[in-house]
T-cell receptor, first 113, second 114 residues
């Protein structure tokens, strides 16, 4: 079936280093992608999104890259801080339904002080 | 403060004992939704509602009911809970005028069914 998956379930990085979280998607019809951050005991929080007509989008300390050729999405966090420790989810929307969002299983990011 | 609240936050129950998890939002959002989160599976949508008295099934609706009698509230009802409904549940809401990225999530309800 169609799914969104993450290559790395856990990731540990040193404070100040850059983090890269990867995501593979299988639905070539997906045209909108979102990254969420979920801190312990809280619900998912929107970080950044990208549409399929783009291959890169930057936010504050975060960058999302989209490679449609290999159906790959990544989230880069610059100068990772302890507050970045969380579970990160990618999600895709096929555009046919305003609400049909498929979430990946998540990657746990731990920042080592 | 704009928020989605859920109650209870933690619940332990036994098989077959009916329970309700409440969800309330103070943003006058039309759209509300329930998800369950399980390890390795991400979030999966259970039910959603586009407005008062308008509800529809998501991807995993079996064993659940919802109601939308008021715009601010969207309770999730488990008529006869089973152990496979042990999970972390999230309620979410957004305005229909906004995109998916504007969705607010509640803090979650952790349910254990024995």
């Amino acid at each position: 079936g169609e799914s969104v998956g993450l290559h790395l379930p856990t990731l540990s990085v040193q404070e100040g280093d850059n983090s890269i979280i990867n995501c593979a998607y299988s639905n070539s019809a997906s045209d909108y992608f979102i990254w969420y951050k979920q801190e312990s005991g809280k619900g998912p929080q929107f970080i950044i999104d990208i549409r399929s007509n783009m291959d890169k989008r930057q936010g504050q300390r975060v960058t999302v890259l989209l490679n449609k050729t290999v159906k790959h999405l990544s989230l880069q966090i610059a100068a990772t801080q302890p507050g970045d420790s969380a579970v990160y989810f990618c999600a895709e929307n096929m555009g046919t339904s305003y609400d049909k969002v498929i979430f990946g299983p998540g990657t746990s990011l731990s920042v080592i002080p | 403060e704009a928020q989605v609240t859920q109650n209870p936050r933690y619940l332990i129950t036994v098989t077959g004992k009916k329970l309700t998890v409440t969800c309330s939002q103070n943003m006058n959002h039309e759209y509300m939704s329930w998800y369950r989160q399980d390890p390795g599976l991400g979030l999966r949508q259970i039910y959603y509602s586009m407005n008062v008295e308008v509800t529809d099934k998501g991807d995993v609706p079996e064993g659940y009911k919802v109601s939308r009698k008021e715009k601010r509230n969207f309770p999730l009802i488990l008529e006869s809970p089973s152990p496979n409904q042990t999970s972390l549940y999230f309620c979410a809401s957004r305005t229909l005028a906004g995109g998916i990225e504007t969705q607010y999530f509640g803090p979650g309800t952790r349910l254990l069914v024995l």
